[in-house]
């Protein structure tokens, strides 16, 4: 009975997650297709991460902006992800020590 239950559920996970591959493979998606496509990753994590930024501090949404405002920044200079996580956390940090 288990195993059956356990090869239901293992279709039941492989068949959502390979029909897409699939079906893409075969077609030729549009050029607008695609670009909308290519746009998803950035809008997925835009919505992921500014609704944090806001609520990192309920009463000083500024903290977070400043925060985020840093991390922008560094990221444009494309330094490296730990340099752009730091800086943010000690723009943070400082920030709520100095009571600004």
């Given at each position: 009975?288990?195993?059956?239950?356990?090869?239901g559920?293992?279709?039941?996970?492989?068949?959502?997650?390979?029909?897409?591959?699939?079906?893409?493979?075969?077609?030729e998606?549009?050029?607008?297709?695609?670009?909308?496509?290519?746009?998803?990753?950035?809008?997925?994590?835009?919505?992921?991460?500014?609704?944090?930024?806001?609520?990192?501090?309920?009463?000083?949404?500024l903290?977070?902006l400043?925060?985020g405002?840093?991390?922008?920044?560094?990221?444009?200079?494309?330094?490296?992800?730990?340099v752009?996580?730091?800086?943010?956390i000690?723009?943070?940090?400082?920030?709520?020590?100095?009571?600004w």
């Open positions: 009975m288990w195993i059956w239950i356990i090869l559920m293992a279709l039941a996970t492989m068949i959502p997650r390979w029909m897409p591959v699939w079906l893409v493979d075969r077609w998606l549009p050029d607008w297709f695609r670009g909308w496509l290519q746009a998803i990753p950035f809008a997925a994590l835009g919505a992921l991460i500014f609704p944090g930024i806001l609520s990192v501090e309920p009463r000083e949404p903290v977070g400043i925060g405002l840093v991390a922008a920044v560094l990221a444009w200079f494309r330094l490296p992800i730990l752009v996580i730091i800086g943010a000690g723009t943070v940090m400082v920030w709520r020590w100095w009571g």
